[in-house]
């Protein structure tokens, strides 16, 4: 229980964090704002956070259940704990308008992460609630953060003088996606992770997407891009589902 006081510790200093800071739009020279960017994420794309702050403290309290004390689940502990610790400090320097400091330890969170994704994915669900909670939680944690921390490099690229509003920074932007978007189209197949990894992520872009097409920094080439990008993630997304689907049914008698 130890493990999971520490963990629910570092998840409310995170929460405490947020809560506390001024608007996104207030820091790092209002870079971070909803229309900063061509990449900025409008607040609804950020708004998974809490949720997924929900399912880790979910899966800490679980995995400490008598049942559910696996070798998995072991193994797994130092990695969720230092994810855990850097997604604290994520959001603690990112509220100290520290947003070079941010960016180092949200790519440090994603990388642990991505090595969490991982172990878990080299793993058979021993069962279905395994799936839907430790799956889940950080997969969809993943890959959401795997946007959030891209558009979190474009802000920091515009704060340290790059012309946000040139054709050539939203060029770059347009391709950093695509290029994300069909790694992430390629592991929903390779990966049992990769569904849960792809759907995280869409869930930004999609937002991003409607923000550009919508809002007061309209950029609707950009969003045709980013909207081509989608639509592969999801046709991808949908048949690695339907395809896991049928593997998981009994086989017919």
């Given at each position: ?26 820091l790092a020279g209002g870079w971070l ?221």
């Amino acid at each position: 229980m130890g493990y999971a006081a520490a963990i629910l510790l570092g998840l409310g200093w995170a929460a405490w964090a947020v809560l506390s800071a001024a608007g996104l739009e207030d820091l790092a020279g209002g870079w971070l704002g909803p229309d900063a960017t061509v990449a900025s994420v409008p607040p609804i794309g950020q708004l998974p956070w809490f949720g997924l702050m929900a399912a880790v403290a979910f899966y800490a309290i679980w995995q400490c259940l008598p049942q559910e004390r696996t070798g998995q689940h072991h193994r797994l502990r130092p990695w969720v704990l230092g994810a855990v610790l850097c997604n604290a400090l994520w959001v603690a320097f990112l509220e100290r308008d520290r947003i070079g400091a941010s960016l180092s330890f949200g790519l440090l969170l994603l990388a642990l992460l991505v090595r969490i994704v991982v172990m878990v994915g080299r793993t058979a669900a021993l069962r279905q609630v395994d799936r839907w909670i430790t799956r889940a939680s950080f997969g969809l944690f993943a890959g959401w953060l795997s946007v959030i921390v891209l558009a979190e490099a474009v802000a920091f690229t515009a704060h340290s003088g790059a012309d946000a509003g040139s054709l050539m920074f939203k060029g770059a932007c347009a391709l950093a996606v695509l290029l994300l978007a069909l790694f992430l189209s390629a592991v929903s197949f390779k990966n049992p992770m990769g569904i849960y990894l792809n759907a995280g992520a869409l869930w930004v872009i999609g937002w991003i997407i409607a923000d550009r097409y919508t809002g007061q920094s309209t950029s609707p080439g950009f969003a045709t891009v980013l909207s081509v990008a989608a639509i592969l993630m999801l046709l991808c997304l949908f048949s690695a589902l339907r395809t896991r689907i049928r593997a998981l049914r009994p086989p017919s008698q």
